[in-house]
């Protein structure tokens, strides 16, 4: 049952982070409150309906939806400008996470549903639709309003304490690029078979290309797979962050049913204008590293950014390779090609070496780093680890003025570094 919503809470997952859901749900609920409030005035007691009329509700309603408009505004200013400062100190991919922040949507929604109750509580009022019997109810969901509203304030306020900074840009990126390690680790073919250069593909193959220009969002290699039938195989040749052209070759297709077009094996490759952090690795530990690289540019010169993002990057690295690999294969009938463990060293640390080299206390941290990493058990990560310490000690050698650096880098050894939960 979960791999047939796999590609349903894919997309669910992206709307349930987007502003625009939240803030239209709260001022929907608002509405609805408004209209409910009709059919609960009549199960108020009468004593306390002859306590509040329309005269003492109308100024507090007034006062909080001048208020809320006011505060709704300024938290957009606010949101507004924390995203410009994190997306030009950080890196201008962290904007994207920052906009699935539940915490400012979640306080945003509250204010807005609050100015949207009170206005309309306002209208009904003033167009007698309201009445004394209404005003008990009304003030009743007023208190409740005030109550969440301040409490959604305290948040704002603790929230704001961390909000744009770059300690937050880099919690945020390595919790994204976490979790798809972590999924690419347990899937490495997503759910399929694993697609090597030993695999020996057949010679009746019908080639199935990309329906549009973009970048591969994900591959529904469940959706394949029934697509594939009890004969057919497909051998996908395109993951997840790869940009594909209009006609780009995705898929190679062997005794599919002719009854099953081309265009319904297509759907399972979801393609966009944009990459996502979903089930692209490599494209999280880009993230990652632009923070990185970004300290290290003249303008900003932040080395203390720079070593804080490589020994996030090596406890990553380090973490998700302890993760089981899962063994179930759920599309048996499709291939897909396993991640590049090269390719997902370069992300994370390619920039790094590049843009680091002329200060030794990183390239020395990112020596110490990617030589721990070499020592992991699994051989494919430690030899990229490998190859990248070596190339990162060359742009060292090409970038340090002082022959007493370079001697200093290349005496760093795996066994002067403490590996993360080793």
């Not at 109750?117 to 009304?138: H, M, N």
């Not at 340090?400 to 993360?420: D, M, N, Y």
Request: hydrophobic fraction near 50%.
């Amino acid at each position: 049952m979960f791999d047939i919503l796999r590609k349903p809470l894919l997309f669910f997952r992206r709307y349930y982070h987007a502003l625009w859901l939240r803030v239209t749900l709260y001022a929907l609920l608002s509405l609805l409150v408004s209209l409910i409030t009709l059919v609960l005035r009549n199960y108020m007691p009468e004593e306390l309906s002859q306590r509040i009329d329309t005269g003492a509700v109308m100024p507090v309603l007034t006062i909080l939806a001048s208020s809320m408009l006011a505060v709704s505004t300024f938290t957009l200013n606010v949101m507004v400008s924390a995203h410009s400062s994190a997306a030009s100190t950080a890196t201008p991919r962290i904007h994207r996470l920052l906009l699935q922040d539940t915490t400012t949507q979640s306080v945003l929604a509250a204010f807005i549903g609050a100015f949207i109750f009170a206005l309309s509580s306002i209208i009904l009022f003033r167009t007698r639709l309201y009445g004394d019997d209404e005003a008990i109810v009304v003030m009743a969901i007023t208190i409740l309003a005030v109550v969440i509203i301040i409490v959604a304030m305290l948040r704002w306020i603790e929230h704001l304490s961390q909000l744009g900074s770059i300690d937050n840009s880099l919690d945020l990126a390595e919790q994204e690029a976490r979790r798809s390690m972590t999924t690419l680790r347990k899937e490495p073919a997503l759910g399929a078979n694993l697609l090597t250069p030993e695999t020996v593909l057949p010679e009746d193959t019908r080639a199935l290309r990309a329906p549009k220009t973009g970048y591969i969002q994900f591959v529904d290699t469940r959706a394949l797979n029934d697509c594939a039938g009890e004969a057919g195989l497909i051998y996908v040749l395109q993951r997840p962050g790869q940009f594909v052209l209009e006609g780009t070759l995705l898929a190679q297709v062997s005794g599919v049913s002719p009854e099953i077009g081309m265009a319904a094996m297509a759907r399972a490759f979801v393609i966009g204008k944009n990459r996502t952090h979903e089930v692209d690795a490599e494209f999280s530990l880009t993230t990652l590293s632009e923070i990185s690289s970004k300290a290290l540019s003249p303008g900003v010169n932040d080395p203390g950014t720079a070593i804080d993002a490589i020994g996030r990057l090596t406890a990553l690295f380090w973490d998700t390779a302890q993760v089981e690999v899962n063994e179930t294969t759920r599309a048996p009938r499709v291939f897909c090609p396993p991640p590049s463990s090269q390719a997902l060293i370069d992300a994370a640390f390619a920039a790094t070496a590049r843009d680091g080299a002329g200060q030794i206390e990183v390239t020395r941290t990112l020596r110490h780093s990617l030589l721990a990493l070499a020592e992991a058990k699994d051989t494919a990560l430690a030899d990229a680890a490998q190859d990248m310490a070596e190339r990162a000690l060359d742009y060292a050698r090409a970038a340090l003025p002082l022959e007493s650096e370079k001697a200093e880098l290349e005496g760093v050894t795996a066994q002067s570094f403490s590996a993360p939960n080793a």
